[in-house]
């Protein structure tokens, strides 16, 4: 019954989690990590959604013009393909966000290394744009 509801669902999660089957936990991550890992998997990360506190426009992508979400960021953005290519990050939202332990591992080292490139980039204009939250 719960499957069925689940697969009429169009949200972003739906898109990564096709079953309302529980996902294991990754004993190999620490609960910060999981939870950036999950905001991530939501699409509600301070970089997606910072503007809707601040009553500003969403951010938009410097390299593509584009608004900025995750789907963007993991499947379409060519500011940062070489470092989803050196860490084996999938082109599709779904396995590069899902609970493979291994892709999860390597998902939280992009999330990590985007912070960063994300700040240094935009820090002349704005430092206030972060994937993570604290």
Request: charged fraction near 25%; include cysteine; charge should be positive.
């Amino acid at each position: 019954m719960w499957q069925k509801v689940w697969n009429t669902q169009n949200n972003k999660l739906n898109q990564i989690k096709q079953t309302v089957k529980r996902w294991r936990r990754n004993p190999n991550i620490s609960t910060s990590d999981e939870k950036k890992l999950n905001r991530a998997r939501i699409g509600h990360t301070r970089l997606t959604h910072e503007y809707l506190m601040n009553k500003g426009d969403p951010p938009l992508c410097q390299s593509c013009g584009t608004t900025i979400t995750i789907k963007h960021i993991f499947e379409e953005c060519r500011m940062y393909e070489k470092q989803r290519e050196d860490l084996n990050i999938s082109h599709q939202i779904g396995t590069s966000l899902g609970p493979n332990p291994d892709n999860e591992i390597d998902t939280i080292k992009f999330l990590k290394q985007l912070k960063y490139l994300i700040y240094f980039s935009q820090h002349l204009q704005c430092t206030k744009y972060q994937i993570t939250n604290s």
